[in-house]
Nanobody, 122 residues
Framework: VQLVESGGGLVQAGGSLRLSCAASGTMIFSIKNMDWYRQSPGKQRAFVARINDEGSTYYAEPVKGRFAISRDNKKDAVYLQMNSLKPEDTAVYYC????????????????WGEGTLVTVSS
């Protein structure tokens, strides 16, 4: 399974961006959890948001009320709408999935995208 993120870029503080991530490479029957993580320079990768297969969503405290995660199961895609962006949101954003059922996918496998850079200027 390959995950390809898109939508990153440079935006001024207060602006918005929408990240996308699509899974491909094999026939996927279902994905339990679809997440976004981020990694700022000099910091560890950190959880941002999750949406599960029931549509329940979870957010890290720093992004609550500003970011919204959604998914399209027909496209095996997950999105992150980021509003009211702050300079501290600057990071490489990674897509992550687990609980995948599909061809050539073993139980317990999880997958990461290569990341997309979001830069928020002050």
């Amino acid at each position: 399974v390959q995950l390809v993120e898109s939508g990153g870029g440079l935006v001024q503080a207060g602006g918005s961006l929408r990240l996308s991530c699509a899974a491909s490479g094999t026939m996927i029957f279902s994905i339990k959890n679809m997440d976004w993580y981020r990694q700022s320079p000099g910091k560890q990768r950190a959880f941002v948001a999750r949406i599960n297969d029931e549509g329940s969503t979870y957010y890290a405290e720093p992004v609550k009320g500003r970011f919204a995660i959604s998914r399209d199961n027909k496209k095996d895609a997950v999105y992150l709408q980021m509003n009211s962006l702050k300079p501290e949101d600057t990071a490489v954003y990674y897509c992550h999935i687990d609980g995948v059922k599909g061809h050539w996918v073993e139980d317990g496998q999880e997958f990461w995208g290569e990341g997309t850079l979001v830069t928020v200027s002050s």
